[in-house]
């Protein structure tokens, strides 16, 4: 499958995960995130989808698209303090999201789903102006960075509410750990993650990616 095919079906899956019951009766709680209510990690994940079809639809990007990697080196939020000031402003932003409730969230995800596949199958290769960094990167650069954070907050999501991890198709979560590796390999070097790999006994405590 394509990143896009992938992009829209794992969409799907997390967007049925946050209707949730268990999501809805926990809201108001903590989440397995320090500092961050159950709604605030369902408004941010909420995120990945709503405001996905505005993106794409804004006209191409003339600047150069940068690589993944140099995406991930270049945002705030990576390796931070939690009271850094990005990380303060996203998980405000999550929480702003959640303040309508449950039901407000998955009306706007339901309503960005019915929107995405005309959107993101329609969209040509040109580059992708993301608005809240202000750079470039190719439409499949772009989707794969919504596809890992689909896919990592909602595990977050269900560990917080205790529910098992959805499945997303395998091909989705292939590109999304082969992203980690690299981002793991660029931050810890390659040797560590090899033998957090492939040997216990030599493994580093940690080769987190982001």
């Known amino acids: 499958m394509s990143v896009r095919d992938d992009y829209l079906a794992s969409a799907?899956?997390?967007?049925?995960?946050?209707?949730e019951p268990a999501v809805a009766a926990r809201w108001?709680?903590?989440?397995?995130?320090?500092?961050?209510?159950?709604?605030?990690l369902?408004?941010?994940l909420s995120r990945q989808i709503v405001v996905i079809p505005g993106v794409l639809a804004a006209p191409p990007s003339a600047a150069a698209p940068i690589d993944l990697v140099e995406h991930y080196t270049q945002v705030k939020w990576r390796g931070a303090d939690l009271d850094e000031e990005t990380n303060a402003g996203i998980?405000?932003?999550?929480?702003?999201?959640?303040?309508?409730?449950?039901a407000a969230i998955n009306d706007d995800v339901a309503a960005?789903?019915?929107?995405?596949?005309?959107?993101?199958?329609?969209?040509?290769?040109?580059?992708?102006?993301?608005?809240?960094?202000?750079?470039?990167?190719?439409?499949?650069?772009?989707l794969t960075t919504r596809l890992l954070e689909l896919i990592v907050h909602?595990?977050?999501l269900a560990v917080s509410v205790g529910a098992p991890t959805p499945e997303f198709p395998p091909s989705a979560v292939q590109t999304v750990v082969d992203l980690l590796s690299r981002l793991a390999v660029q931050r810890h070097g390659?040797?560590?993650v090899l033998r957090a790999l492939s040997r216990a006994e030599r493994a580093p405590a940690t080769v987190a990616a982001i």
């Open 42 to 44: 369902a408004g941010h």
């Open 154 to 156: 909602t595990d977050d």
């Open 91 to 102: 998980r405000e932003t999550g929480e702003t999201a959640a303040e309508p409730g449950s």
């Open 190 to 192: 390659a040797v560590n």
């Open 12 to 19: 799907a899956v997390a967007a049925a995960f946050l209707a």
């Open 28 to 40: 108001a709680e903590p989440s397995a995130l320090a500092k961050l209510s159950v709604g605030g």
């Open 112 to 142: 960005a789903l019915a929107e995405l596949p005309g959107v993101v199958l329609g969209r040509s290769d040109g580059g992708v102006l993301v608005p809240w960094t202000g750079w470039t990167l190719t439409v499949d650069g772009f």
